[in-house]
């Protein structure tokens, strides 16, 4: 069973600091990496995909990808109230079905 | 813009009803799946659909069918609905076959009782 593991949280952060999301996967074929931000009650949208080592940069969000370590994180810039929301991590599996494996969510909190 | 659409938002059944939830999307995608979403539990997968009247078993098949007679179409179907089966159902379609972006629909909270 092919496994992405996330801290559920909650984590709690002032507004205007950094928030550190982190994932780790256990299928070392993975090639492809997202995170997904749910707002409750509401389905999973997508905010950043990850590729290749390294950083990837979109805005106040950078996506962090380490293959050798297994490692995938999220960094929140300047967090904002309306950051609060459960952040999903993904990865696609390296069988034959290419299917999207997902963590069980990290629930972040921005206080005003 | 990708729309994914689902039949209901709010589903209440009895145990043993015959349950459809219906999945539209509307951008010719080729591949859709069917999640249930639980808390601590994430996301996991039912069956999903790389093709017309094509079907595969996701990591929690057991109690569910799923029918696509178009493309556009993607239903789910609890032959016997249980209490165990309470839960939100997510659909999702991507264009392509290698790992991509998925598109969400709103969801089907459903509840049986």
């Known amino acids: 069973q092919k496994e992405v593991e996330q801290n559920s949280g909650p984590l709690s952060v002032p507004e205007g600091a950094i928030a550190s999301l982190n994932c780790t996967y256990s299928d070392r074929g993975s090639q492809s990496f997202f995170w997904y931000r749910q707002y409750s009650g509401k389905s999973p949208e997508l905010i950043m995909s990850i590729y290749s080592n390294g950083d990837k940069e979109d805005g106040r969000f950078t996506a962090q990808l380490n293959k050798a370590s297994q490692y995938v994180s999220l960094l929140i810039r300047d967090s904002q109230p309306s950051d609060s929301a459960t952040y999903l991590c993904?990865?696609?599996?390296?069988?034959?079905?290419?299917?999207?494996?997902f963590g069980s969510g990290t629930q972040l909190t921005v206080l005003p | 813009d990708v729309k994914v659409t689902q039949s209901s938002r709010y589903l209440v059944k009895r145990t043993g009803e015959k349950v459809f939830l219906e999945c539209v999307q509307d951008m010719d995608h080729e591949n859709m799946f069917w999640y249930r979403q639980d808390p601590g539990l994430g996301l996991r997968l039912i069956y999903f659909s790389y093709d017309v009247k094509m079907k595969e078993k996701g990591d929690i098949p057991e109690g569910y069918s799923v029918s696509r007679e178009k493309k556009e179409r993607f239903s789910l179907i609890l032959e016997s609905a249980s209490t165990n089966q309470t839960s939100m159902y997510l659909c999702?379609?991507?264009?392509?076959?290698?790992?991509?972006?998925?598109?969400f629909g709103p969801g089907t909270r459903l509840t049986v009782l």
């Open positions: 993904a990865a696609v599996s390296s069988g034959s079905a290419r299917q999207l494996t």
């Open positions: 999702a379609s991507t264009p392509t076959r290698i790992g991509n972006e998925q598109f």
